[in-house]
């Protein structure tokens, strides 16, 4: 069906044309005949397309959305055919809601791009895209939607920025924190590199081969606008021309104060042991050292200060835990046994009348976890997200040690297979996991009671008997909560077991409780520690009193 204004308008504009074309509808640009002023005043010209104009489309989107829908349903459609990725970038986002299209064909000779990726992605109905190319890292992102991708080329590096830094995967886009450029940036790097610094959270230092000025100005610039901070540009080529000199100490002038984007220029040995005479490379190599001497010291002091300050901040917040605690007992938590007396009353219960005074100070607290040799000895919280207590305390104020928490997926009254405690590993104040590094230590391993860890909830007081201790490259297969089924469960159980550095006689079953702790060892490795439920002491008070509490 083409739709045309009575009135036509008699200057050419792009339009999308929408056929029905085997079994598939068809989306690409039509430019021979005059668009529609009003779309609400047409007449039906033809029963197999559709016109409308990019205008139109801007203007209302989800009119032309619900025309999409009712035809592809009519008709029985599933799937759409774009001729070029520039309209992809209009229609896709039409079709989140068209249920009935589950495959895209993208018939452009072009290499799909990151935006068009995400927009597939959050359309969660498609299955399947069809393209002419696509770099490696976006189909990991497409696989782990389970949306199947088909290429009409070999799939190869798309730059030799991609290249030279194997970022052949999502992950190491993300993690990477130092990257090098060799030659002059072509089109496909600057690119490239764009779509990298959209994605990566960790870069710290970029490695440029060649002072190539209009270069060093690009990548600040895109830095910049991808809000990049705290980044040093190292240039290894040997500048000796002054004007050069003077353009680059411009540019680190410019990003500098306000990005904290620092270039710096890195001489090769031959240049330095060549030039050594040079008065000016010489004072200015001397002076270099002289600041790098006071600002590495400077850090150190800070550090140690710092590092003080932060276990006294943490133990005065534990010292006023332990005084709400041992306050006059809130007896109205728990049920009271009668005719007994208090000291003969459930453990279970004096905590809980314990933990809803911790609920007075903060209602996000779920439980106690105590780790025997080690520090590890706090009431446990979980907020809304993964993020809140990485830089806010029990108090719920701004401190870079967190706190410790649970992950905000795991119910606290009724486990989940696998329940997931995190911790900052502050390893020079020892605060939060900053001694969990003590489970990896002989004297730690050699004496069994430490194997047995307390962690108690609202609603039960627990222990657990820790089965598997290891180190590893940062992922996400450990965290799981939860599982589809047995099989899926003891897959689990195996692979987190065999991972162990140390061999524990707890046996795990997939009707056991696992308790999992992780911390930071870097930025690219983590610490684990794997424990099994060997005891719980259910509290007999109805459950729903502390969660109304709680709310």
Not at 69 to 75: F, P, Q, R, S, T
Not at 405 to 415: A, G, K, S
Not at 467 to 489: A, G, K
Not at 515 to 541: G, M, P, Q, W, Y
Request: glycine content about 2%.
């Amino acid at each position: 069906m083409v739709l045309y204004n009575r009135r036509m308008n008699s200057k050419a504009m792009k339009k999308i044309v929408i056929e029905i074309s085997d079994n598939a509808l068809s989306f690409k640009y039509r430019t021979n005949k005059p668009v529609p002023d009003n779309l609400l005043n047409t007449n039906v010209i033809s029963n197999n397309e559709l016109v409308f104009s990019v205008d139109y489309i801007n203007a209302n989107g989800k009119i032309v959305g619900m025309f999409i829908n009712d035809l592809a349903e009519d008709k029985g459609i599933n799937t759409a055919v774009i001729s070029l990725n520039e309209i992809a970038e209009l229609i896709i986002p039409l079709l989140k809601k068209v249920e009935a299209i589950q495959s895209i064909c993208l018939n452009d000779d072009a290499t799909l791009s990151y935006s068009l990726c995400e927009a597939i992605v959050e359309s969660r109905h498609i299955k399947q895209v069809s393209c002419y190319a696509i770099p490696t890292f976006m189909i990991e992102i497409l696989d782990k939607k389970n949306i199947e991708v088909v290429s009409r080329s070999e799939i190869l590096f798309t730059s030799l920025f991609m290249q030279e830094n194997n970022l052949t995967s999502f992950s190491k886009i993300y993690y990477k924190s130092s990257i090098r450029i060799s030659e002059i940036l072509k089109n496909d790097d600057i690119e490239d590199l764009n779509s990298f610094l959209s994605i990566n959270k960790y870069l710290r230092t970029i490695h440029l081969e060649k002072g190539y000025i209009p270069d060093i100005e690009k990548v600040c610039s895109m830095l910049s606008s991808n809000r990049r901070k705290n980044i040093n540009i190292e240039i290894h080529e040997d500048i000796n021309d002054i004007d050069t000199v003077y353009k680059l100490k411009k540019i680190n002038k410019k990003y500098k104060s306000k990005y904290k984007i620092k270039l710096s220029l890195i001489y090769s040995k031959d240049y330095l042991e060549k030039n050594y005479l040079k008065q000016i490379i010489f004072t200015t190599l001397k002076a270099c050292s002289i600041i790098i001497f006071l600002i590495i010291g400077s850090i150190f002091g800070y550090i140690i200060f710092n590092n003080y300050q932060s276990e006294l901040k943490v133990n005065d917040i534990k010292d006023e835990i332990i005084k709400v605690m041992d306050e006059e007992p809130v007896k109205e938590i728990a049920p009271v046994l009668k005719n007994a007396p208090e000291q003969e009353q459930p453990v279970v219960q004096q905590e809980q009348a314990s933990y809803k005074k911790l609920l007075g100070k903060n209602s996000d607290t779920v439980g106690w976890l105590t780790v025997l040799g080690t520090k590890i000895d706090y009431p446990i919280v979980k907020g809304a997200d993964n993020s809140y207590y990485l830089s806010r305390n029990f108090n719920r104020e701004k401190d870079y040690n967190g706190w410790v928490f649970m992950d905000y997926r795991n119910d606290e009254q009724n486990l989940d297979s696998n329940t997931i405690i995190y911790g900052h590993n502050r390893y020079y104040s020892g605060v939060m996991f900053g001694t969990l590094n003590n489970v990896t230590k002989k004297k730690w391993l050699n004496n069994a009671d430490n194997q047995y860890i307390t962690f108690n909830t609202l609603y039960k007081s627990m222990t657990w008997k820790v089965f598997s201790i290891y180190s590893i490259d940062v992922t996400s297969d450990y965290l799981y909560i939860n599982f589809e089924n047995d099989e899926s469960f003891q897959n689990f159980i195996n692979l987190i077991k065999g991972r162990s550095n140390y061999q524990f006689d707890a046996n795990v079953t997939v009707n056991d409780k696992i308790l999992t702790l992780s911390t930071c060892l870097d930025n690219d490795k983590r610490l684990v520690v794997h424990a099994v439920l060997i005891n719980s002491n259910e509290n007999s008070e109805d459950a729903n009193k502390i969660q109304s509490y709680i709310e």
